[in-house]
């Protein structure tokens, strides 16, 4: 009887390196994502959280190294490229909805365009997804008529409708007024408890204690800490995650 190959991580970076001019931002980052895992990055303000983020899809060249997803290799350029970024969904601080196009139409674009859905198809599952992020009733209004919570769902659910294997987000309730972050953070919850593959960068600590089976720390380019939020929060074993926690936790 043949064994089952064990299957690998949802996303893999082995000595990554890159570089902004004499900036060394990340500096030999290993570490994997399993499927299923939410993985939440933490640290101060640049630390090259945002860059590893951006490095997986590789919205950043690396300079050396490796990042692999679903256990591919990232191609450089041209169509494999183009392929692995339609099975890695991305959501940045900013929504990035196109202004003259519908909710609807935001989300239905991407599966009709690159995954060849018919239009049908994807209008429905558009709906199901809107649904799902709890702005259905907003399917028909351009992103202007949106508050920034309803932007930022419907730029989640536009993401979703790839299907995607694994979820990145950049910070996503960042730019948002503090009263329509919780409503993002929720549905980021439901997605988690739903199994889905999840890199989330983040300033929201309650998310990470939460939602996250892992935190990786960050700090001056480099990981200084992978454990649980558990382990993170109650006892972190670097000096700098003692002091970032000690400024965040303190305000």
Same mark, same amino acid.
């Given at each position: 009887?043949?064994?089952?190959?064990?299957?690998?991580?949802?996303?893999?970076? $082995?000595?990554?390196? #890159?570089?902004?001019?004499?900036?060394?931002?990340?500096?030999?980052?290993?570490?994997?994502?399993?499927?299923?895992?939410?993985?939440?990055?933490?640290?101060?303000?640049?630390?090259? #959280?945002?860059?590893?983020?951006?490095?997986?899809? $590789?919205?950043?060249?690396?300079?050396?190294?490796?990042?692999?997803?679903?256990?591919?290799?990232?191609?450089?350029?041209?169509?494999?490229?183009?392929?692995?970024?339609?099975?890695?969904?991305?959501? &940045?601080?900013?929504?990035?909805?196109?202004?003259?196009?519908?909710?609807?139409?935001?989300?239905?674009?991407?599966?009709?365009?690159?995954?060849?859905?018919?239009?049908?198809?994807?209008?429905?599952?558009?709906?199901?997804?809107?649904? $799902?992020?709890?702005?259905?009733?907003?399917?028909? #209004?351009?992103?202007?008529?949106?508050?920034?919570?309803?932007?930022?769902?419907?730029?989640?659910?536009?993401?979703?409708?790839?299907?995607?294997?694994?979820?990145? &987000?950049?910070?996503?309730?960042?730019?948002?007024?503090?009263?329509?972050?919780?409503?993002?953070?929720?549905?980021?919850?439901?997605?988690?408890?739903?199994?889905?593959?999840?890199?989330?960068?983040?300033?929201?600590?309650?998310?990470?204690?939460?939602?996250?089976?892992?935190?990786?720390?960050?700090?001056?380019?480099?990981?200084?800490?992978?454990?649980?939020?558990?382990?993170?929060?109650?006892?972190? $074993?670097?000096?700098?995650?003692?002091? &970032?926690?000690? #400024?965040?936790?303190?305000?």
């Amino acid at each position: 009887m043949s064994t089952a190959t064990p299957t690998p991580p949802m996303i893999t970076a $082995r000595a990554v390196n #890159k570089h902004f001019g004499d900036l060394h931002v990340l500096k030999d980052i290993d570490f994997e994502v399993p499927r299923g895992q939410v993985v939440v990055v933490l640290g101060p303000s640049g630390s090259g #959280k945002s860059t590893l983020c951006r490095a997986i899809n $590789r919205l950043e060249p690396i300079d050396s190294g490796e990042i692999a997803v679903d256990g591919k290799p990232l191609p450089a350029e041209g169509r494999g490229l183009a392929a692995l970024r339609a099975d890695v969904g991305m959501v &940045f601080q900013q929504f990035n909805l196109f202004a003259h196009k519908t909710i609807l139409d935001n989300v239905t674009l991407g599966p009709v365009k690159v995954r060849k859905t018919a239009v049908a198809e994807a209008k429905e599952t558009a709906r199901e997804l809107l649904d $799902r992020v709890g702005i259905a009733n907003q399917a028909h #209004k351009y992103p202007a008529q949106l508050s920034g919570g309803q932007q930022q769902r419907a730029a989640i659910a536009r993401a979703l409708a790839m299907r995607p294997k694994v979820m990145l &987000f950049d910070e996503p309730t960042s730019a948002l007024d503090p009263e329509m972050v919780q409503e993002v953070l929720d549905t980021m919850t439901e997605l988690a408890d739903g199994g889905m593959t999840m890199l989330v960068v983040t300033h929201e600590m309650g998310f990470a204690r939460r939602a996250a089976h892992r935190v990786v720390f960050m700090s001056d380019g480099e990981i200084a800490e992978d454990s649980t939020p558990e382990e993170f929060f109650t006892a972190p $074993r670097s000096g700098r995650a003692k002091d &970032f926690l000690g #400024k965040i936790l303190t305000h």
